[in-house]
């Protein structure tokens, strides 16, 4: 079995849950996710199968987009509504509409963001949620994420009472946490927050109508026919650059030959597809670090 399962994540599971579901329902050992999604998190949830684990970084590496509620008035432990109330701060003033634009706006662009304590991410070896566990604060790294589009999902003109929600929708890179973006948009307001609601609309080229919910895959395996619900590897590398080999240079990628670099991907840094005249993709290449002109296989996906 090969492929990507763009699956629906319900809430309640974490993302290694969802593998584990899997396995048991597939009944295969080579699977793996593509990030982490918090328990409390639903949505898209692309798994790869097979040889499709190979390229499952450069669908963790691609944007995400997602719709989540900020809810102003209490600030959380973990940011979001799972944990315990910090602080609290009855909203005494009515928030306008141009007001919440005009804060979405200013966190659109490239932004400086810290990890929440409750996270994945490693300092010291050791990951921040290991230490907010045992109630150890530690310094966070500040890192750069990019927001591509922050955009409010509500008509109304004017905000109040003592507790406001609304629901936004935002388009982001990868390293970017909604739930602290949540906190600082209720700062910028002058209120303590945290992310009430989130779902997951898109990662890579995957949305939430590609996606297929477990009672859906279960069904698919018993009646067999699940293959055909399962996307094409190349369907994950689809917003990476190309490079067409004839037959006779393919048996030479399939055995982790150096190529010379197109001309037209000359000024390109990233990883680059070396892929048939029919689409198939055969390697990851980069631009080799010692030799100008030259490119260098980062992975061999296919070599039979």
Do not use: W
């Not at 706006?105 to 490693?122: D, L, N, R």
């Not at 080229?205 to 094409?232: H, W």
């Not at 993709?281 to 992975?299: D, R």
């Amino acid at each position: 079995m090969e492929g990507i399962l763009p699956l629906y994540k319900p809430a309640g599971l974490t993302s290694h849950d969802c593998v584990f579901k899997l396995r048991k329902i597939l009944k295969t050992k080579k699977i793996g996710h593509t990030g982490t999604l918090d328990p409390d998190v639903t949505g898209v949830l692309p798994i790869c199968i097979g040889k499709a684990t190979k390229v499952a970084e450069y669908i963790t590496d691609a944007g995400k987009a997602y719709e989540g509620e900020v809810t102003i008035g209490f600030s959380t432990t973990t940011e979001d509504a799972s944990g315990e109330v910090v602080e609290k701060k009855r909203i005494d003033r009515t928030i306008s509409r141009k007001e919440i634009l005009s804060v979405l706006e200013s966190f659109t662009g490239e932004i400086e963001q810290t990890p929440p304590m409750y996270s994945a991410v490693k300092v010291g070896g050791v990951r921040l949620y290991e230490y907010a566990r045992k109630g150890i604060q530690v310094e966070r790294p500040t890192r750069k994420i990019t927001i591509y589009s922050n955009e409010l999902l509500d008509e109304r003109d004017e905000f109040s009472g003592e507790v406001i929600r609304f629901k936004f929708r935002v388009s982001c890179s990868k390293g970017t946490y909604i739930r602290t973006l949540a906190v600082m948009i209720g700062q910028a307001l002058g209120f303590p927050a945290h992310m009430s609601a989130l779902t997951r609309i898109q990662s890579a080229s995957f949305t939430l109508n590609d996606c297929l919910t477990f009672e859906q895959v279960e069904k698919l395996m018993e009646e067999g026919k699940i293959a055909d619900y399962l996307r094409p590897l190349e369907t994950a590398l689809s917003h990476l650059p190309k490079m067409v080999i004839h037959d006779k240079v393919a048996e030479k990628v399939k055995n982790g030959a150096v190529l010379t670099i197109p001309e037209h991907l000359m000024k390109c840094n990233g990883p680059i597809i070396a892929e048939t005249e029919s689409g198939l993709a055969l390697a990851i290449y980069s631009q080799h670090p010692n030799k100008p002109g030259l490119l260098k296989p980062i992975k061999v996906l296919r070599n039979e």
